[in-house]
């Protein structure tokens, strides 16, 4: 059971890069707002019907959510916008080499201090080896 939630963090990353090459090709066809926008739309479609026809949480409990809850959604729109500017530019995989290496960074300082309601996980020396590395492949990623 110990492997189910690492595969399906994989699936998501393979779901994230295909996601970036697709809504790059849809941005130089539409643009970089209007293409991000359109995959936002169908984005949100798509989970109105999983929660109209799946969802059992509680929908209205977004006016008793502290405010600074509600800000994921606009770090999700600037996301995508980044990767329909971006991904055209210098291709998918120096692009996800690059988030990556963002979300490890800031999602291990999160760890470290707890931040946003979080679990305290400390940085030690494993993990900031493991970030000099990323920041290598970033370099690698980069070379032509």
Known sequence: MKWIFPFISFVGGVAIAIQAQINGGLGKKTGALEGAFISFSIGSLALFF?????GKGNLGAIFSVPKWQLFGGFL???YVCIMVIVVPKIGVAPTMVAVIAGQLI???LIDHFGLFGGKTIPIDTKKII???????????FQKK
């Open 50 to 54: 999983l929660v109209l026809f799946f």
């Open 76 to 78: 999700g729109a600037l």
């Open 106 to 108: 800031i999602g291990a």
């Open 130 to 140: 493991a970030i000099i590395l990323l920041f290598t492949s970033v370099v690698l």
